[in-house]
C-alpha cells in the first residue's frame, strides 16, 4: 500500500503560480511512477503530468500545460511537486497524485494503483 496526501492547493488570480506537493508513505515511494491528474466539476478526471521512479527517466505532459507546469520528485523526502505557472481560470479542478507500478510511464489514469484524496486549486480573479 501507498498512502497519498495532497497540499499546496488554494485560491490564485489568473497568471499566478500555486506549488502543489504530495506527501507519500508506506511502499517505496521511488520504485513508483507518480502522476498528477485533474478533474473539474463535471468533467472526467484528466491527466495532468507524470515523472518516471528512475531519477532522470523522464516526464510527460498534457499539450495545455507544457510550459507552464514543471513536475518533480524528491524520493529522499517521499514528495511529489507540481510547480504551476501562468494559471489560467481553466486550470481550475481538484487536483490528485496517484502512483503507478506500471513497467512504463504512463497517462493512462488506469494504469495508476493508488489515489491521494485531492487538492482544490481555483483560479479567479
Known amino acids: 500500500q501507498v498512502q497519498l496526501v495532497e497540499s499546496g492547493g488554494g485560491l490564485v488570480q489568473p497568471g499566478g503560480s500555486l506549488r502543489l506537493s504530495c506527501a507519500a508513505s508506506g511502499r517505496t515511494f521511488s520504485r513508483y511512477h507518480m502522476g498528477w491528474f485533474r478533474q473539474a466539476p463535471g468533467k472526467e478526471r484528466e491527466f495532468v503530468a507524470a515523472?518516471?521512479?528512475?531519477?532522470?527517466?523522464?516526464?510527460v505532459y498534457r499539450n495545455s500545460v507544457k510550459g507552464r507546469f514543471t513536475i518533480s520528485r524528491d524520493n529522499a523526502k517521499n514528495t511529489l511537486y507540481l510547480q504551476m505557472n501562468s494559471l489560467k481560470p481553466e486550470d481550475a479542478a481538484v487536483y490528485y497524485c496517484?502512483?503507478?507500478?506500471?513497467?512504463?510511464?504512463?497517462?493512462?489514469?488506469?494504469?495508476?494503483?493508488?489515489w491521494g484524496q485531492g487538492t482544490q486549486v481555483t483560479v479567479s480573479s
Open positions: 496517484a502512483a503507478s507500478a506500471a513497467i512504463v510511464l504512463t497517462s493512462t489514469h488506469g494504469d495508476y494503483d493508488y
Open positions: 515523472i518516471n521512479w528512475r531519477i532522470g527517466g523522464g516526464t
